[in-house]
């Protein structure tokens, strides 16, 4: 009851005025008292089990940062082992496919040259056989799709006006029809 008096002497702002210093002071001992107990442990070496458990916590993520930068460099240098590899493939490709056109360029002018000696002796003998007919049309027709002129599309146009005769006839069948 005492306390209740002494309350009553006061007014409702000194009543809050002086709880608050009272908090104030309890604060201030409870930081006094961990500031004292901290400066203690470093003094003694003592560690306690959330000490422990912080520092494993710590070397924890020093590990695992470490492992992640370890990996980012292992990552780093596969990219670029991949991008050279890129590079040296697109020069393969770049010389295949140059060599592939002078391939082609080589073959169309082989088709060209044998279908001009092909045609010459067809044009002596004055004659085809069927067989003969049909290899010159066919590489006539590989000349053309890779762009041959059209030189060799009068050189055609006379072989299909030659006469033409099986293969299956006779050296004598063949002189009696005047080829």
Known sequence: MEAIEILRSYSSGEVIAIVFALLLAVKFCYNFVEWGYERLKKW???????????????????????????????????VKDIKKYVEELKSEIHILETKED???????????????????????????????????????TYYKETG?????????DDIKDLRRHSVAMTKEEVQSIGC
Not at 55 to 68: G, Y
Not at 108 to 117: A, N
Not at 122 to 133: G, H, K, N, T
Request: proline fraction near 0%.
């Open 44 to 78: 003694a070496n003592i560690t306690t089990s959330k000490d422990k458990e912080e520092s494993e916590f710590r070397s924890m993520v020093v590990a695992m940062a470490k492992k992640i930068d370890d990996k980012e460099a292992e990552f780093t240098e596969a």
């Open 148 to 156: 041959g002129n059209t030189y060799i599309d009068e050189l055609m």
């Open 102 to 140: 002078m391939t082609q360029e080589r073959l169309k002018q082989d088709t060209r040259s044998d279908l001009i000696d092909l045609y010459k002796r067809f044009m002596v003998a004055q004659y085809i056989d069927e067989l003969s007919f049909e290899n010159f049309s066919s590489r006539y």
